[in-house]
């Protein structure tokens, strides 16, 4: 599994980002697509900590406290795609976002369930 997100940059307060994860692996697609993927986030000198995740068919979601009702995860099976929509953003939110496969198809916030992590992608939310 090759995980790849993007998306990330510089956006002021209240503004929005959409980040993406792409599954770039020749072989990895039928694993990410029957099983949940998460997106985590670690700011300076802070642990990773959960963000979202989403169910291997996408009809189970859950967030992180801090980011639910602002952040939307969702997932595109055909195209092995994981998408996050954020809205509303806080400078707080200014971290490395990663994004990850997880062993099972269910939803899971715990870090040690995730087996493949792609490269983060920076962002930053001027105040």
Known sequence: VQLQASGGGLVQAGG??????????RTSGRLVSNNAMG?????PGKEREFVASISWNGGDRTYAASVK???TISRDR?????????NSLKPEDTA???CAA??????TS???EYVNWGQGTQVTVSS
């Not at 929005?16 to 692996?25: F, V």
């Not at 055909?78 to 954020?86: A, I, S």
């Not at 997880?102 to 939803?107: A, I, K, L, N």
């Open 96 to 98: 490395v976002y990663y």
């Open 69 to 71: 009702s602002r952040f």
């Open 78 to 86: 055909v195209k092995n795609t994981m998408y996050l929509q954020m």
């Open 102 to 107: 997880s062993r099972r198809s269910q939803v």
């Open 110 to 112: 715990v870090t040690s």
């Open 16 to 25: 929005s980002l959409r980040l993406s994860c792409a599954d770039s692996g």
């Open 39 to 43: 997106w985590f986030r670690q700011a």
